[in-house]
Protein backbone atom coordinates (compact mmCIF):
# COMPACT_ATOMS: atom_id res chain seq x y z
CA UNK A 1 0.00 0.00 0.00
CA UNK A 2 0.88 3.53 -1.06
CA UNK A 3 1.83 6.22 1.94
CA UNK A 4 -0.19 9.43 1.38
CA UNK A 5 2.99 12.35 0.34
CA UNK A 6 1.95 14.44 3.14
CA UNK A 7 2.63 11.38 5.61
CA UNK A 8 5.62 10.37 3.93
CA UNK A 9 7.06 13.48 3.73
CA UNK A 10 6.31 14.12 7.41
CA UNK A 11 8.32 10.66 7.57
CA UNK A 12 10.69 11.36 5.94
CA UNK A 13 11.44 14.42 8.01
CA UNK A 14 11.61 12.29 11.40
CA UNK A 15 13.99 9.69 10.23
CA UNK A 16 16.27 12.56 9.59
CA UNK A 17 16.64 13.54 13.65
CA UNK A 18 19.01 11.96 15.79
CA UNK A 19 18.04 8.91 17.84
CA UNK A 20 14.96 8.45 15.23
CA UNK A 21 14.34 5.46 12.84
CA UNK A 22 11.41 4.16 10.51
CA UNK A 23 9.22 3.04 12.89
CA UNK A 24 9.41 6.27 15.91
CA UNK A 25 9.14 8.28 12.80
CA UNK A 26 6.09 6.14 11.27
CA UNK A 27 4.14 6.48 14.77
CA UNK A 28 5.23 10.15 15.41
CA UNK A 29 3.77 10.98 11.95
CA UNK A 30 0.21 9.01 12.73
CA UNK A 31 0.23 10.44 16.54
CA UNK A 32 -0.07 13.58 14.79
CA UNK A 33 -2.70 13.14 12.67
CA UNK A 34 -4.65 12.87 15.94
CA UNK A 35 -3.55 16.16 17.12
CA UNK A 36 -5.98 19.58 16.70
CA UNK A 37 -4.99 21.49 13.99
CA UNK A 38 -5.08 24.20 16.53
CA UNK A 39 -1.89 22.29 18.40
CA UNK A 40 -0.29 21.22 15.21
CA UNK A 41 -0.09 25.02 14.33
CA UNK A 42 1.54 25.87 17.39
CA UNK A 43 3.93 22.79 16.70
CA UNK A 44 4.79 24.16 13.77
CA UNK A 45 4.75 27.81 14.03
CA UNK A 46 7.90 26.44 17.77
CA UNK A 47 9.78 25.00 14.60
CA UNK A 48 9.60 27.63 12.33
CA UNK A 49 10.78 29.94 14.91
CA UNK A 50 13.36 27.99 16.35
CA UNK A 51 16.34 29.84 14.52
CA UNK A 52 14.83 32.54 13.21
CA UNK A 53 14.16 33.97 17.21
CA UNK A 54 17.62 32.41 18.64
CA UNK A 55 21.03 33.94 18.22
CA UNK A 56 24.42 32.64 18.97
CA UNK A 57 26.31 34.72 21.79
CA UNK A 58 29.18 36.16 20.50
CA UNK A 59 31.41 35.88 23.59
CA UNK A 60 30.51 32.38 24.47
CA UNK A 61 28.72 31.07 21.65
CA UNK A 62 25.99 29.35 23.90
CA UNK A 63 22.12 29.31 22.13
CA UNK A 64 20.20 32.55 23.11
CA UNK A 65 17.48 34.76 22.47
CA UNK A 66 19.87 37.82 23.30
CA UNK A 67 23.35 38.69 22.50
CA UNK A 68 25.68 38.79 24.53
CA UNK A 69 23.53 35.82 26.54
CA UNK A 70 21.77 36.12 30.19
CA UNK A 71 24.77 34.40 31.61
CA UNK A 72 27.58 36.37 29.90
CA UNK A 73 25.77 39.75 30.74
CA UNK A 74 25.79 38.59 34.54
CA UNK A 75 28.24 40.56 36.72
CA UNK A 76 27.79 38.86 39.35
CA UNK A 77 29.53 35.64 37.89
CA UNK A 78 32.69 34.95 38.32
CA UNK A 79 34.22 35.69 34.56
CA UNK A 80 38.08 34.72 35.25
CA UNK A 81 36.76 31.10 34.98
CA UNK A 82 35.79 29.95 31.94
CA UNK A 83 34.40 26.34 31.45
CA UNK A 84 34.65 24.41 28.05
CA UNK A 85 31.47 22.52 26.67
CA UNK A 86 30.86 20.66 23.60
CA UNK A 87 27.20 21.01 23.43
CA UNK A 88 24.86 23.87 24.79
CA UNK A 89 22.47 21.26 26.54
CA UNK A 90 26.11 20.49 28.79
CA UNK A 91 25.43 24.19 30.11
CA UNK A 92 21.90 23.38 31.19
CA UNK A 93 23.00 20.29 33.11
CA UNK A 94 25.88 22.44 35.06
CA UNK A 95 23.51 25.31 35.55
CA UNK A 96 21.16 22.74 37.16
CA UNK A 97 23.90 21.63 39.68
CA UNK A 98 23.91 25.70 41.36
CA UNK A 99 27.19 25.23 41.97
CA UNK A 100 29.37 26.80 39.38
CA UNK A 101 29.40 30.13 39.06
CA UNK A 102 31.40 30.94 36.75
CA UNK A 103 31.17 31.69 32.52
CA UNK A 104 31.04 29.37 29.90
CA UNK A 105 32.52 28.54 26.29
CA UNK A 106 30.64 26.10 23.96
CA UNK A 107 32.32 24.46 21.09
CA UNK A 108 29.48 22.99 18.95
CA UNK A 109 31.25 19.88 18.87
CA UNK A 110 34.49 18.01 19.39
CA UNK A 111 37.65 17.56 17.74
CA UNK A 112 36.81 13.59 15.20
CA UNK A 113 38.86 13.27 12.52
CA UNK A 114 36.50 10.60 11.23
CA UNK A 115 33.90 12.63 10.69
CA UNK A 116 36.21 15.61 9.85
CA UNK A 117 36.15 17.76 12.31
CA UNK A 118 39.11 19.21 12.55
CA UNK A 119 40.02 22.48 15.33
CA UNK A 120 38.64 24.63 12.81
CA UNK A 121 35.14 23.06 12.46
CA UNK A 122 34.40 23.75 16.43
CA UNK A 123 35.32 27.33 18.53
CA UNK A 124 38.26 26.60 19.59
CA UNK A 125 40.21 30.11 17.99
CA UNK A 126 36.92 31.97 19.75
CA UNK A 127 38.15 30.52 23.20
CA UNK A 128 41.87 31.20 22.64
CA UNK A 129 40.86 34.81 21.48
CA UNK A 130 39.18 35.41 24.74
CA UNK A 131 42.51 34.28 26.50
CA UNK A 132 44.06 36.03 24.98
CA UNK A 133 42.13 39.25 25.54
CA UNK A 134 43.39 41.67 27.98
CA UNK A 135 40.66 43.17 28.63
CA UNK A 136 38.79 39.35 30.39
CA UNK A 137 41.51 38.62 32.56
CA UNK A 138 40.75 34.85 32.26
CA UNK A 139 42.25 32.82 35.46
CA UNK A 140 41.30 29.45 34.55
CA UNK A 141 39.47 27.35 32.11
CA UNK A 142 38.03 24.20 33.04
CA UNK A 143 37.59 22.03 30.00
CA UNK A 144 34.61 19.93 30.51
CA UNK A 145 34.35 17.83 27.18
CA UNK A 146 33.05 13.86 27.00
CA UNK A 147 35.25 11.74 28.55
CA UNK A 148 35.49 10.19 25.15
CA UNK A 149 38.19 9.73 22.76
CA UNK A 150 37.04 12.77 20.68
CA UNK A 151 36.54 14.84 23.87
CA UNK A 152 40.45 13.89 25.50
CA UNK A 153 41.57 14.36 22.24
CA UNK A 154 39.67 17.54 21.89
CA UNK A 155 41.04 18.67 25.96
CA UNK A 156 44.71 18.01 25.22
CA UNK A 157 44.53 19.92 22.08
CA UNK A 158 43.02 23.17 24.16
CA UNK A 159 45.88 22.69 26.70
CA UNK A 160 48.31 22.58 24.12
CA UNK A 161 46.99 25.46 22.14
CA UNK A 162 46.60 27.57 25.91
CA UNK A 163 49.70 26.76 26.87
CA UNK A 164 51.36 26.79 23.64
CA UNK A 165 49.79 30.55 23.95
CA UNK A 166 52.69 31.10 26.26
CA UNK A 167 49.53 32.03 28.74
CA UNK A 168 49.60 31.68 32.83
CA UNK A 169 46.23 30.91 32.51
CA UNK A 170 45.76 27.56 34.62
CA UNK A 171 44.03 25.05 32.68
CA UNK A 172 42.35 22.18 34.82
CA UNK A 173 40.43 19.19 33.59
CA UNK A 174 37.00 17.50 35.20
CA UNK A 175 37.73 15.15 37.89
CA UNK A 176 36.05 12.09 39.20
CA UNK A 177 32.68 11.52 38.86
CA UNK A 178 32.14 11.03 35.01
CA UNK A 179 32.35 7.57 33.39
CA UNK A 180 34.33 7.07 30.65
CA UNK A 181 32.30 6.94 27.67
CA UNK A 182 29.40 9.29 29.13
CA UNK A 183 28.16 12.36 27.57
CA UNK A 184 28.05 14.89 30.30
CA UNK A 185 23.91 16.14 29.28
CA UNK A 186 22.92 12.99 31.21
CA UNK A 187 24.77 13.36 34.57
CA UNK A 188 23.07 13.72 37.29
CA UNK A 189 23.47 17.21 39.61
CA UNK A 190 25.81 15.40 42.44
CA UNK A 191 28.13 13.72 39.54
CA UNK A 192 28.71 17.21 37.89
CA UNK A 193 29.27 18.49 41.26
CA UNK A 194 31.85 16.32 42.34
CA UNK A 195 33.93 16.10 38.93
CA UNK A 196 33.89 20.19 39.39
CA UNK A 197 35.28 20.15 42.85
CA UNK A 198 37.69 17.08 41.57
CA UNK A 199 39.23 18.62 38.61
CA UNK A 200 42.79 18.16 38.06
CA UNK A 201 45.24 20.94 36.24
CA UNK A 202 46.60 19.76 32.88
Known sequence: MKIARPIQALIDSFQKLPGVGPKSAQRLTYYLLHVPQMQLDEFSDAVSRLKKDTKLCSVC???SETDPCPICSDTSRDHSQILVVEEPLDILAFEKTGKYK?????LHGAINPLENIGPDEIYI???????KNPDRE??????????TMEGEA????????????GSKVKVTRLGMGIPTGADLE?????TLTQ????RREL
Open 195 to 198: ALEG
Open 138 to 147: VKEIIIATNP
Open 61 to 63: KNV
Open 154 to 165: TAMYLMRQVRGE
Open 102 to 106: GIYHV
Open 125 to 131: QALLDRV
Open 186 to 190: YADEV
